[in-house]
């Protein structure tokens, strides 16, 4: 099984998921964009079972980050874990969106992703 190691720009923070995540996606949404500073948004979900983390995190609308550096990190509730692929070790993940989020927030010189489902905000 495939195990994937992440953590925060301080260390502070270490995660680990293991196998194949459920879904790949990425957001252009306003609570993405602010929360990240960027313009997008790009995470993944595994079930709960297959995260584990190290470390303590700070909590702000269920989005857990580090307290220290800032480092924006995971999402977790009692069956899916959302992680930013961004935090993860290696780079390039490999990990390839299959969905668009909030594509009406979508920066208009970022374009569709060849093969990703379009949804004009969240998932039907
Ligand atoms: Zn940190
Ligand atoms: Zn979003």
Redesign the pocket.
């Known amino acids: 099984m495939v195990l994937r190691m992440g953590?925060?720009?301080?260390?502070?923070?270490k995660f680990s998921v293991g196998g194949a995540p459920s879904r790949i996606g990425i957001c252009h949404c306003t609570d993405c964009r602010q929360e990240s500073g960027s313009a997008f948004t790009y995470f993944g979900v595994w079930p709960a079972g297959q995260f584990k983390s190290y470390?303590q995190t700070k909590e702000h609308e269920g989005r857990q980050?580090?307290?220290?550096?800032?480092?924006r990190l995971f999402a977790l509730d009692d069956t899916e874990a959302e992680i930013k692929l961004g935090s993860l070790e290696d780079a390039p993940t490999g990990l390839v969106p299959t969905y668009e989020l909030w594509i009406k927030r979508r920066e208009p010189w970022f374009r569709p992703l060849d093969g990703a489902e379009q949804f004009d905000e969240d998932r039907a």
Do not use: H, Q, T, W
Request: net charge positive; glycine share 26%; hydrophobic share 15%.
């Open positions: 953590g925060c720009r301080c260390g502070n923070v470390g980050f580090c307290p220290k550096c800032g480092s």
